[in-house]
């Protein structure tokens, strides 16, 4: 297809398009991924995350303004949430990002997370291989910040910057819910605040105590003020440093397996789900199942494994 070529060759009007065809499932979009499928793996992915008025936005406008200047080519993916009742802050620090849209090596796009548990659009992989394709050697994914559920930016970034600052009290709440657990560097931001040491020494002891055994993995802790545009750099070159580590010990590949082989769960049980309704169209057969289960006419697992296996005896599934 020629949208295939047009991306390759960095056409940013292609490339949205193809990015408006993955977030509306259109049926061109499997074929446009695999097609271009070869020419990813080369950007490294930043996810930045964190709880909501940390200054996430802002640290991402910084990181750009810093990482332009290594001559990168920077795309920038800001998930947003679907909901119309969401605050205004956070639309007002994307607009601020906005002022970089008109430098052909920055690609901005806001996705709506419709509803997605983890605050990452479902269409959020699908993006990063566009970018990659594209030509995008850095690939940026802000989130929502919604507490424990954002784990899932696991399953897509190859580094995660925990964003945190002082003055807000879930932020304990988080480290203690294990939250912490999928930061790579931690990013304490408005270090110029009041507490923002003590949200770093809280840090400190409780990642002390995680790598007593091996103190060498311990990650990362940066303080810095997004707002000043402070520390930045050092945030940068430690992130740049903290890869170096994990390719030494061998880890770098290993996350990477890692997040391929959760990848490919995802999109098999995509399909099967998408069969399962296309051939037994058990969306339309659930009410009929509720009323057998409250009557006790049927068991869950005997129900299901009979219309599984009368699915798999009767189909020709592909």
């Known amino acids: 297809m020629d949208i295939e070529n047009k991306i390759l060759e960095g056409s940013p009007r292609h490339l949205a398009r193809a990015i408006s065809m993955v977030e509306n499932n259109s049926p061109q979009k499997e074929e446009i991924i695999d097609a271009l499928y070869p020419k990813t793996g080369n950007a490294l ?6 709880s909501p008025g940390s200054g996430k936005s802002t640290l991402v406008d910084k990181i750009l303004k810093n990482e332009l200047k290594k001559d990168q080519k ?8 679907s909901s119309p009742f969401s605050g205004g802050a956070l639309l007002g620090d994307r607009i ?12 901005i796009r806001s996705m709506a997370s419709r509803g997605h548990l983890g605050g990452i659009s479902a269409a959020t992989s699908d993006v990063t291989k566009l970018l990659d394709a594209a030509g995008y050697n850095l690939i940026i994914i802000e989130t929502i910040g919604v507490g424990q559920t954002e784990v899932e930016i696991i399953e897509l970034a190859d580094i995660i910057l925990l964003t945190m600052a002082p003055g807000m009290g879930d932020d304990i709440q988080a480290m203690k819910a294990g939250i912490m ?7 304490v931001n408005k270090k110029d605040k009041d507490g923002a040491d003590k949200v770093k020494k809280e840090l400190d002891y409780v990642l002390d105590i995680k790598y007593h055994d ?49 990848e490919l769960k995802k999109i098999f049980s995509k399909k099967i789900h998408e069969l399962m309704d296309i051939h037994i169209n058990y969306t339309e057969k659930l009410d009929d199942w509720v ?22 005896k009767e189909s020709e599934i592909l």
């Open 45 to 50: 992915i930043i996810g930045v995350t964190g």
């Open 74 to 81: 920077i795309g920038v993916i800001a998930v947003d949430p």
């Open 96 to 107: 601020r990002m906005q002022k970089h849209s008109g430098n052909p090596n920055i690609f």
């Open 181 to 187: 657990e999928i930061g790579d560097v931690f990013v």
């Open 214 to 262: 091996n103190p060498e993995n311990k990650n990362p802790i940066k303080m810095v003020s997004a707002l000043n545009n402070e520390g930045i750099e050092e945030l940068m070159n430690s992130v740049y440093n903290y890869i170096n580590k994990l390719k030494k010990q061998g880890k770098w590949e290993d996350k990477r397996k890692t997040k391929i082989k959760k």
């Open 291 to 312: 009323k057998l289960l409250m009557n006790k006419e049927e068991k869950p697992y005997s129900l299901i494994n009979k219309e599984l296996k009368s699915f798999i």
